[in-house]
């Protein structure tokens, strides 16, 4: 199936999707590879299912993911009165599990239900084959890393494409930015984006882009966005059943790993039919968020209530111990300082007699060094055509004379000056002026005649840095 019309048509044939924007969409973000679109829909419409199925043969599998009643879906906003369209969401498991528990202690979910919320479940997403909620048999499709990076992604291109006037989405995975919202007692506003659509780029220049909405959005949402040809936001497009794009979300965190879906914002709107839509949704979900708050200052002001009364009966009852502790720590402090001052004595007087011994041997095995060092060297030979006349200048002034064969090594010069015993041995190197050569390991080897020393040379010492 080569082109374009053909494979669409089968992937609708295949799928029963009847939305060819949809079905283009899902193509789209495969790269039109028939196989894998086709093997990323059936996965999800497994574990779409599967919940239920669970749920009905075994009780136990209730506690590990709850099944989610399936409702009629409120319509999307897509103009004339707006209508706030309460849903709870089951996310991803392949991105709950990166969220570290962010979701059990989210706000408000009660007060929801008790408003009416309609809950249904949109299936897990990324999951292989096992029973729903088997955490063992389930691998997540992108890492936290890989999530980072595809949201920083996201960022770059849409600053790059359409300008630094924005929301500011932030560079974070969507339960990260779950978790920041509800920490921050805001709304989470979601934006999901299509890069092939037609209506894309004037919607993200005109609209997401407007000065008041990107204004109005930071000051009252975090937001978040994706696109949906990266694996994150594919499949929060397939968690809020994006049908239509551009396509924005207003969410809030529930409980049991689910989001409450309080609005979808679906096909081209103006700027100003944005943030009325927006504004309406804060002014409708403000009770929820500001008894959030209170909730969360209550409880941080009874555990500071607690805490200080803990610290308070702690600190009485460690003065009470204080006072018994000083006095064995002071009984105890006394002996160990009388212990220590002795042990330092006979430490330092058996360090005086190894540094003692240790001074004795190694000058005994210096002079023996020097000793054989002398004896290598022979008798001076007496004066003749084939014998060098070598003076050596030390750094004190002082000078030494000898005469040497001419085929005698360099070595035999280093030999010469350490068998004087005035230099550390390997401390110094024989240096000639005019010119000047340093005679160093490399020419230990070489012969006084063969170092141009023959057949006299006048050499002094140079200390080591």
């Not at 929060?236 to 049991?256: H, I, Q």
């Amino acid at each position: 199936m080569g082109d374009v019309a053909d494979k669409l048509a089968y992937f609708q044939a295949i799928t029963g999707l009847d939305d060819p924007d949809l079905c283009t969409e899902i193509l789209s973000a495969h790269g039109w590879d028939l196989e894998k679109a086709i093997s990323s829909f059936t996965s999800i419409s497994n574990s779409s299912d599967e919940p239920t199925a669970a749920a009905a043969s075994s009780s136990s599998n209730s506690n590990a993911q709850e099944a989610a009643v399936v409702l009629p879906a409120t319509a999307a906003w897509t103009g004339g009165a707006p209508g706030l369209a309460w849903k709870v969401v089951t996310l991803p498991f392949s991105i709950i599990s990166r969220s570290l528990g962010l979701v059990s202690g989210a706000i408000g979910l009660g007060m929801w239900a008790a408003s009416g919320v309609l809950s249904y479940s949109l299936g897990m997403i990324g999951l292989n084959s096992g029973r729903v909620g088997d955490s063992s048999t389930t691998t997540p499709l992108v890492s936290v890393s890989a999530a980072v990076s595809e949201a920083m992604d996201f960022v770059a291109r849409f600053e790059r494409d359409f300008g630094r006037t924005r929301p500011n989405f932030v560079a974070e995975g969507f339960m990260d930015a779950l978790q920041r919202s509800r920490h921050a007692f805001k709304l989470l506003f979601v934006y999901l984006h299509s890069p092939d659509h037609p209506d894309t780029p004037v919607f993200c220049d005109r609209t997401l882009c407007n000065e008041a909405l990107a204004a109005f959005i930071n000051e009252n949402f975090v937001a978040w966005g994706g696109s949906i040809r990266a694996s994150e936001g594919f499949k929060m497009s397939n968690s809020l059943k994006a049908s239509r794009f551009p396509f924005c979300a207003v969410v809030m965190a529930a409980t049991n790993q689910r989001i409450a879906l309080l609005q979808q914002i679906e096909g081209p709107q103006s700027p100003e039919e944005m943030i009325n839509i927006l504004q309406r949704v804060l002014e409708e979900s403000a009770p929820v968020l500001v008894s959030a708050r209170l909730d969360a200052e209550e409880r941080r002001n009874t555990v500071r209530l607690r805490e200080e009364q803990d610290a308070a009966y702690r600190a009485a009852l460690e003065a009470d111990q204080a006072r018994e502790r000083q006095r064995r720590e002071e009984q105890e402090r006394l002996e160990r300082e009388a212990a220590e001052a002795e042990r330092k004595r006979k430490e330092e007087e058996e360090a005086r007699e190894r540094a003692a011994l240790e001074a004795a041997e190694k000058e005994a095995a210096l002079a023996k060094l020097r000793q054989e060092k002398a004896l290598s060297l022979g008798a001076e030979p007496e004066k003749g055509t084939d014998v060098t006349q070598v003076l050596v200048r030390f750094p004190a002034g002082d000078r030494k004379e000898r005469r040497f064969h001419s085929t005698a090594t360099i070595q035999s010069l280093y030999d010469y000056v350490d068998s004087l015993g005035c230099l550390e041995m390997g401390s110094y190197c024989l240096v000639s002026n005019f010119p000047r050569t340093v005679y160093g390991p490399e020419k230990l080897t070489l012969s006084l005649k063969e170092a141009g020393l023959h057949p006299q040379a006048s050499l002094f010492v140079e200390l080591n840095s």
